[in-house]
């Protein structure tokens, strides 16, 4: 494979970041406004009690989802060592074993989410006023969750390889697409929350054929050829060694959220409802964290690969100096706007002032989580992926259920549960700090 000047581990370090994240950026965007689409339109043509059964499936299907999203990491970071040392060979049995697990992870996916999606919802407490559409949700969804792994694991293998611009195209087309079904399923045809979950599969269909032409139009090492998609032992062992804690890592994060929202639950559709909208709100914010995070993670994991340890170092401090920057900036917008934005999802006063509520307690401190995000990635992108997992499994997560049933049991209200997420990210983003300084002095020196 000829060798041609790789920006990621030989030019200017802020400039290579912000060419290779703005893309991403951008892309992340899409994908917010994507699902954010969906619960405007459902709160604005259908009302709060389908705003409600909506936002109360997401926590669950991340649960399922981010599993899956998180082993396929360790695809991405072997993709990102290989490409980094010109090793043409694997990195084709990579993108190969990689394809294969987004199959065969769909179907396990699916299988099992439609199967435990009621007991799941009758679990977590949910309102009988929203019960049956939210299950209706969540089997939608399952049905065409194929889809959506195939496009997570094709965006992958193109970040690793430095090219985040196509996964950006693939997104605006998807977007758009989301878009105008939604418009036609809920509004002209009333389908309602159906209406917005079909719209979902549908479109999670259309980025998947999307980025599967590219990869399999391509002559380059990454080609992806549908007679090869199958595992490859070694490689296979080598995802799933730095994948499986993070998609842990997911599984806990995602656990302690659905206790967060089962808590929520028991105080009814409003705050349902308020806490729905914020999540998507607050998602503008955590696709600037994630966008971040996988640019520090594709920049540590090809100059890891390219045995240019400084420069990971430095990549990780540039990063970290934009991150904060930008993070900052959003905070103030959305502190200043959030009454004003969240009047686009729902016309209920009740529900507006709930949300203005968590906005205040939560947002000022989304500062700590992207940091959290970059240091993570940076491990993560050097192939270890358990330290990231074990400080965000025990400070967010397990800190979060020990806050549950401690300080909100002593004080039962939504303040004190709210309260959960600051503290939870202080904590990790201590003990994350202090291993990334362990791991830096263990790096050979140039």
Same mark, same amino acid.
């Given at each position: ?316 401090? &540039?990063? +970290?100096?934009? !991150? /904060?920057? #930008?993070?900052?900036? =959003?905070?103030?917008?959305? *502190? ?65 259920? &020990?806050? +549950?049933?401690? !300080? /909100?049991? #002593?004080?039962?209200? =939504?303040?004190?549960?709210? *309260? ?27």
């Amino acid at each position: 494979m000829e060798k041609t000047k790789n920006g990621i581990t030989e030019g200017v370090i802020w400039k290579q970041l912000l060419l290779f994240f703005f893309p991403i950026l951008i892309g992340t965007f899409f994908q917010q406004l994507y699902n954010t689409v969906d619960t405007i339109i459902v709160g604005q043509f259908v009302g709060t009690e389908a705003l409600a059964a909506v936002g109360t499936t997401g926590t669950v299907i991340n649960l399922l989802v981010g599993f899956f999203v998180g082993v396929a990491s360790g695809a991405t970071v072997i993709i990102s060592q290989y490409f980094g040392a010109n090793d043409r060979e694997n990195l084709s049995k990579s993108v190969h074993t990689s394809m294969a697990l987004a199959v065969a992870g769909g179907v396990v996916i699916m299988v099992f989410g439609i199967v435990t999606a009621r007991p799941t919802m009758l679990a977590m407490g949910v309102p009988d006023d929203i019960m049956d559409d939210a299950v209706l949700y969540m089997n939608v969804y399952y049905l065409g969750i194929i889809g959506n792994l195939i496009y997570n694991i094709g965006t992958g293998v193109l970040r690793a390889i430095g090219d985040s611009r196509m996964p950006l195209y693939v997104l605006i087309v998807c977007c758009l697409a989301n878009v105008v079904l939604d418009l036609l399923f809920v509004v002209v045809f009333h389908w309602d929350v159906f209406g917005v979950a079909f719209a979902t599969i549908l479109s999670q269909l259309i980025s998947a054929v999307l980025l599967m032409i590219r990869l399999m139009g391509t002559q380059e090492a990454y080609r992806v050829e549908l007679r090869k998609i199958r595992f490859h032992k070694d490689i296979l062992k080598n995802v799933v060694r730095i994948g499986l804690p993070a998609g842990l890592q997911s599984v806990m994060y995602s656990f302690s959220n659905i206790l967060i929202q089962a808590s929520i639950n028991s105080f009814g559709t409003t705050a349902i409802a308020a806490w729905a909208a914020i999540g998507k709100i607050d998602g503008f914010i955590w696709m600037v964290m994630n966008a971040f995070g996988i640019a520090v993670t594709t920049f540590a994991g090809q100059n890891f690969g390219a045995q240019k340890f400084d420069r990971m170092h430095r990549s990780v401090r &540039v990063c +970290l100096a934009m !991150a /904060f920057i #930008a993070t900052i900036l =959003l905070e103030v917008i959305f *502190l200043a706007g959030g009454e004003f934005i969240l009047g686009l999802f729902s016309r209920d006063p009740a529900v507006i002032a709930e949300g203005v509520d968590i906005t205040w307690h939560i947002a000022p401190t989304f500062v700590l989580y992207v940091c959290i995000e970059i240091l993570s990635g940076a491990l993560r992108g050097t192939g270890d992926s358990l330290v990231p997992m074990i400080m965000t499994c025990v400070g967010v997560c397990l800190l979060r259920v &020990v806050w +549950l049933y401690t !300080a /909100f049991a #002593a004080s039962p209200t =939504l303040d004190t549960l709210y *309260l959960s997420y600051p503290v939870s990210w202080a904590a990790t983003l201590f003990a994350l700090v202090v291993c990334y300084a362990v791991v830096v002095r263990k790096m050979p020196k140039a």
